[in-house]
């Protein structure tokens, strides 16, 4: 499976953005899917995931409450919803497919990755 992420942009402290991440060349149902972020100098890390039905979520707790994930398995698309922005949250963002039963926070579960897409939250 191709992914390919967008959304991403220049926003202000307190904003919101909606990320998109689209499949081509498998169903996404068949894959539970993750979103996860980069910050410079940090190591990857788990904003949140989905079950392949969507009836399950999981999020980091740097950004529960503020942060939704949603699918739409007949367009092939993945969503996060970032509210209430705030400057740590800048980072390249990566949606991630995997073969894991649960909406894994673990990144070793995901095994296709999009190119990312940079969200910079200005103070």
């Known amino acids: 499976v191709q992914l390919q992420a967008c959304g991403g942009g220049l926003v202000q402290a307190g904003g919101c953005l909606r990320l998109s991440c689209a499949a081509s060349g498998r169903t996404l149902s068949s894959y539970v899917m993750g979103w996860f972020r980069q910050a410079p100098g940090k190591e990857r890390e788990f904003v949140g995931a989905i079950s392949r039905s969507g009836g399950t979520t999981s999020y980091s707790d740097s950004v529960k409450g503020r942060f939704t994930i949603s699918r739409d398995n007949t367009k092939n698309v993945v969503y996060l919803q970032m509210m209430s922005l705030k400057p740590e949250d800048t980072a390249v963002y990566y949606c991630?497919?995997?073969?894991?039963?649960?909406?894994?926070?673990?990144?070793?579960?995901?095994?296709?990755w999009g190119q990312g897409t940079l969200v910079t939250v200005s103070s």
């Open positions: 991630a497919a995997g073969w894991a039963v649960t909406a894994t926070t673990k990144i070793a579960a995901y095994h296709y």
